[in-house]
C-alpha cells in the first residue's frame, strides 16, 4: 500500500495491537476505497489527510464517518463527482431495506 497513514494523531486510523481495526464491514470497504483511488493517482494523500484533520475537527462522528466526509470532500473539491450526486447517493442508499448496502 502506498498511501502513507498516520500512527499517531487526529489521522491516525483505529489499530490494535498494530492492526487496523474496523468495527463494521462497510469501515474495511471505505478505507479500502480510498487507498485504491489514492493509489490510483484521482487525489494526492496530504489533500486526503488535511481533508479528514478538518473533519475530525468539526463535529461528532466515528472515525470512519469522518474518512468518508473527507474523500467526499476531496472528490467535490476536485470536480470527480458533484457533491449532489452524492448526497444523493447516500439518500438512495439509506432507503434500501437493512442488509442491501448496495445497489444492482
Known amino acids: 500500500m502506498s498511501a502513507p497513514l498516520d500512527i499517531e494523531g487526529a489521522a491516525a486510523p483505529p489499530r490494535t495491537n498494530g492492526e487496523l481495526l474496523f ?36 463535529g461528532e462522528a ?25 448526497t444523493a447517493r447516500v439518500h438512495l442508499l439509506a432507503d434500501r431495506p437493512a442488509g442491501h448496502d448496495h445497489l444492482h
Open 23 to 58: 468495527a463494521e464491514p462497510w469501515e474495511s470497504r471505505a478505507f479500502g476505497m480510498v487507498v485504491a483511488l489514492h493509489e490510483a493517482g484521482v487525489f494526492g494523500w496530504s489533500q486526503f489527510r488535511d481533508a479528514l484533520v478538518a473533519r475530525i475537527a468539526a
Open 62 to 86: 466515528t472515525y470512519y464517518q469522518h474518512w468518508l466526509g473527507a474523500v467526499e470532500d476531496v472528490l467535490a473539491a476536485r470536480g470527480t463527482v458533484a457533491a449532489g450526486e452524492i
